[in-house]
Nanobody
């Protein structure tokens, strides 16, 4: 198993930047493909992006493509989400997630970090 804890959320003005971090503990972090998701009030959770185990392949939702960047440091057991040019519609609780290779869905989740973008 792996335990995940997000940090780095906060309040930022539109056009600003934030970097979320996700600290992992437990089994080998590098064994897990990782993803970021978000959930705004009154809306369903949505996919933000994902990164493969080695960190050399990423994919993003169209809504964040070109503005957000996912990276990981397997030696430090850390996952990151760099968010630039933030918009009010990016306001949400952001979750990091890990997917064991035996699973087709993400099966380990952090507690979430709040990001609020003011206009």
């Amino acid at each position: 198993q792996v335990q995940l804890v997000e940090s780095g959320g906060g309040l930022v003005q539109a056009g600003g930047s934030l970097r979320l971090s996700c600290a992992a503990s437990g089994r080998a972090f590098g064994a897990y493909p990782m993803g970021w998701f978000r959930q705004a009030p009154g809306k369903e959770r949505e996919f933000v992006g994902r990164i493969n185990r080695s960190g050399d392949t990423t994919a993003y939702a169209d809504s964040v493509k070109g503005r957000f960047t996912i990276s990981r440091d397997n030696a430090k057991m850390m996952l990151y989400l760099q968010m630039n040019n933030l918009k009010p519609e990016d306001t949400a609780t952001y979750y990091c997630a890990a997917r064991s290779l035996a699973s087709v869905q993400y099966n380990y989740w952090g507690q979430g970090a709040q990001v609020t973008v003011s206009s």
